[in-house]
């Protein structure tokens, strides 16, 4: 397997863990370093009188440090793979040649490791080293038998009728808002915003609550604020329209009603549905922090067809390790995925893991004019959706200077502008010096968002 540095720094919780790790890509900082086929190890003297011992298993990666660090991996285990990388032109077998022998410290974690992975092993019939997203059975679950269906009705009605008083509530809160006008929104104590979603919270109505918040978010937003603020407040009563007449709507449109009011669909549900098998393609990776919940993204797109996955998890910013490390970027991976019911099916949980190899081909994209039109069809089936993947091949980035904003042109001058908060134009300008390329990212509310692209046969995540 052929790792690369960018590969490596996508396994980085943050920025600061990289910028640490930096510090200890010497030789010199590490007075034992090993290697084989497998695993890489050494010794890195900190600031006390043992070294930290660290290891890597190169089958999934994972990582283990003796460190007290809470990261996952640590400053420690990100230095040892750059430095290997760098040792090896990052080709990973054996780089530090010469090195020392393996200790029985790295013996005994990958001999424990091998055990728990063999129960595992037993149940799929995968090649090579076999991984879960979010510790999933490989296979469905058996259909439990509900020993109270009446309880499960009455809880599902007294649940309905807490939902409808909470969607009345807040209609009347919302009109208030808009009556009082934008500039007054401003100017409303937090307390309000809090007091308004928790009423929401105990009306068994979590989706809705969160939607009040990023209305408070969205009026701090700075420049362009009240044009956001808008279209978040016109999705949200759609939103509560749609709400009071979802016996109306298509049953895969009430799924996605009820999901963004704040129904959830249990994993066993998920995985009861139907599956999909094939190899997909790793295509980005991105962590984002909210208050005190850390949220993973994880795009794949189907290699025979231009069809995406959305893998997304969840974890406390003191869990790191919870999060999925084992989805490199710019490789093709042999998967079982299962859908979340919904108008628009992107989210899925994933099953029968297995690295198959690096990512040979340019994902499956389309011109500019021809994305959009994705995107406009996505948007009539789901009114909802805010975030939508779209890869857009032979792609130029360009500036726009009296606009202060950078966009992407294809040979049929169609133009794709780049979200303002998007800070990736200079990078894609200096991968590509300013030729065209194949660029993945997402449509977001004011614009598109680079996350990697394809360019002079190799791929760059952003």
């Excluded at 030789?27 to 900190?46: M, V």
């Excluded at 409808?164 to 009556?179: C, F, H, Q, S, Y």
């Excluded at 009082?180 to 307390?191: L, V």
Aim: aromatic fraction near 8%; glycine fraction near 6%.
């Amino acid at each position: 397997m052929q790792w690369q540095r960018e590969q490596v720094l996508a396994l980085a919780p943050d920025q600061a863990s990289v910028k640490a790790a930096q510090s200890l890509i010497n030789r010199r900082k590490w007075p034992t370093l090993g290697s084989n086929a497998i695993a890489l190890w050494g010794e890195c003297q900190g600031s006390g009188k043992s070294p930290y011992q660290t290891a890597i298993d190169l089958r999934e990666p994972a990582f283990k440090c003796s460190c007290p660090s809470r990261k996952f991996p640590c400053k420690h285990g990100l230095a040892l793979f750059l430095l290997a990388i760098q040792s090896d032109g990052s080709q990973l077998v054996a780089p530090f040649d010469g090195g020392t022998a393996m200790p029985d410290w790295v013996a005994h974690w990958l001999e424990k490791r091998a055990k728990q992975e063999l129960p595992r092993a037993a149940k799929a019939v995968v090649t090579g080293p076999e991984t879960t997203t979010d510790r999933l059975p490989a296979a469905p679950p058996r259909a439990t038998t509900n020993r109270d269906p009446q309880g499960t009705t009455r809880r599902a009605a007294a649940r309905a009728a807490k939902v409808a008083v909470g969607i009345e509530e807040l209609t009347v809160w919302l009109k208030d808002l808009v009556r009082a006008g934008f500039i007054e929104a401003q100017t409303r104590p937090d307390r309000e915003w809090q007091q308004m979603s928790a009423r929401l919270v105990d009306a068994q109505a979590p989706g809705l609550a969160a939607q009040v918040q990023s209305l408070r978010t969205t009026i701090l937003s700075g420049e362009g604020w009240a044009e956001r603020f808008t279209a978040v407040i016109g999705r949200l009563f759609l939103l509560l329209e749609a709400y009071r007449r979802i016996d109306q709507v298509p049953v895969a449109l009430q799924h996605e009603i009820r999901s963004l009011i704040g129904w959830h669909q249990s994993r066993e549900d998920v995985l009861a549905g139907p599956a999909i098998q094939g190899r997909w393609r790793v295509l980005s990776q991105t962590l984002a922090q909210e208050e005190e919940l850390l949220s993973q993204r994880i795009w794949l797109q189907q290699a025979t067809q231009e069809r995406y996955a959305l893998i997304l998890n969840f974890a406390h910013p003191t869990n790191r390790q919870a999060l999925d490390v084992h989805w490199r970027v710019g490789t093709e991976v042999d998967a079982t995925l299962y859908f979340y019911d919904g108008a628009l099916p992107l989210r899925a949980l994933a099953t029968n893991i297995a690295v198959a190899a690096p990512m040979a081909t340019v994902p499956t994209g389309c011109a500019i004019a021809d994305a959009l039109h994705n995107y406009q069809q996505a948007l009539a089936i789901n009114p909802w959706v805010t975030r939508y993947p779209l890869t857009v091949i032979q792609a130029t980035v360009g500036l726009a200077p009296a606009a202060a904003r950078a966009y992407l042109y294809d040979e049929e001058c169609h133009i794709l502008p780049l979200s303002r908060r998007s800070r990736t134009h200079w990078q894609l300008l200096s991968i590509t010096g300013g030729r065209p390329a194949s660029i993945f990212g997402e449509w977001q509310e004011d614009g598109f968002v680079p996350l990697a692209l394809w360019h002079a046969g190799r791929y760059w995540a952003l």
